[in-house]
């Protein structure tokens, strides 16, 4: 019981600036402006593109996303910005520009949908026993 207390109850010390990284913090507050970006360079880091986008406004993140199985970049990311004009500027100022000899394509991130597959996951356990068996 005295560990449900524990997480139930607000920890003071959990909400200071050094333990909540900015993105988690300004994600939460709704406050950021996320941008994809698409036709990456294989060899474009994270800092790379980082780099690049900040002269048009403050990155609060750059990710590029993986493939699962060869940990290789699959050619596109996002880039997290703190306010919207600084994302609007950047959309304008880098869509169709060339960035590590690729022209990258910007557009404004679509929220994350459910499944395509109504809703639910392929993978949810053993099939469900029929009533001809």
Not at 45 to 60: D, R
Request: glycine content about 10%; some cysteine; charged content about 20%.
């Amino acid at each position: 019981m005295a560990a449900f207390r524990r997480i139930a109850r607000p920890n003071p010390s959990l909400f200071s600036s050094s333990l909540i990284p900015p993105p988690l913090l300004i994600c939460c507050r709704g406050v950021a402006f996320k941008l994809f970006v698409g036709g990456l360079s294989f060899y474009t880091t994270e800092e790379g593109l980082s780099e690049a986008f900040s002269q048009h406004g403050q990155v609060i993140e750059a990710k590029i996303v993986m493939d699962r199985v060869s940990d290789r970049p699959k050619g596109f990311g996002f880039v997290t910005f703190a306010s919207k004009d600084e994302a609007q500027k950047a959309l304008t100022e880098m869509n169709g520009k060339a960035l590590n000899g690729r022209t990258v394509f910007v557009d404004y991130a679509k929220p994350k949908s459910g499944f395509d597959w109504g809703g639910m996951p392929i993978a949810r356990g053993p099939p469900e026993p029929t009533a001809d068996s």
